[in-house]
């Protein structure tokens, strides 16, 4: 086991080192244009991407007044997307989703796993067919993603109370709008493709070394 973890960490290094090395470089006069073709990449729900190289991501999500990253507002995690409404949820109509529990960075391959930092509500996270780094929120029969973007958590109607519906959402006899129609700054939930993968190891690395 001691062996398995080893090389696992080795792994990582070895594809991290020339990666951290490659942002280290990156010259003054490119910050602009890498800053716009990261954000380009990055989803942050129902926040703002902004560039920044002193973020072990080199990017935070800033979210819209009334929605957080996590369901307890951690603000360490500024990586995460703003998927999370500050509205009354009663789950006196349904069975209560599973509690969302308390998670670090992992020292090992999970860090890879996207469905590992995703918070589905009442639905499992799965891999996206399109971007095997982008996860996707599958809803259980009866609830639905939340603005109908496959990112954010699935939840019944019935759990959505009104004050729910200024922030976008749909509520139960409400003709409230899901969103602006616009979903380029609501599609998936990570970076896509190799740029994840990147960000996750430079992370993981940064951990693994401060141990």
């Known amino acids: 086991m001691a062996f398995s973890n080893s090389m696992a960490v080795l792994s990582v290094l070895l594809v991290a080192v020339p990666v951290a090395a490659f942002v280290l470089d990156w010259p003054d006069n490119l910050a602009p244009m890498i800053a716009a073709e990261i954000c380009k990449q990055v989803e942050c729900g129902r926040g703002a991407c902004k560039f920044d190289m002193n973020e072990p991501l080199t990017f935070t999500c800033e979210c819209e007044p009334n929605w957080k990253r996590t369901f307890d507002g ?30 670090e960075v992992p020292h090992n391959l999970s860090a890879f796993d996207p469905c590992y930092w995703s918070y589905c509500g009442e639905g499992n996270c799965v891999r996206n067919s399109t971007y095997n780094y982008a996860p996707i929120c599958e809803c259980k029969s009866g609830s639905s993603n939340l603005l109908n973007v496959t990112a954010f958590p699935c939840y019944n109607e019935c759990t959505l109370q009104p004050d ?29 493709g190799k740029f994840l993968l990147m960000a996750i190891v430079t992370v993981s690395v940064g951990m693994i070394l401060r141990k």
């Open 74 to 103: 951690d603000d360490d995690l500024k990586f995460l997307p703003c998927v999370i409404p500050n509205c009354t949820l009663d789950y006196n109509c349904q069975p209560a989703p599973p509690s969302v529990p308390k998670k």
């Open 164 to 192: 729910c519906a200024s922030l976008g959402i749909k509520v139960a006899n409400s003709n409230s709008r899901t969103g602006s129609g616009n979903d380029s700054s609501q599609a998936t939930s990570f970076l896509p």
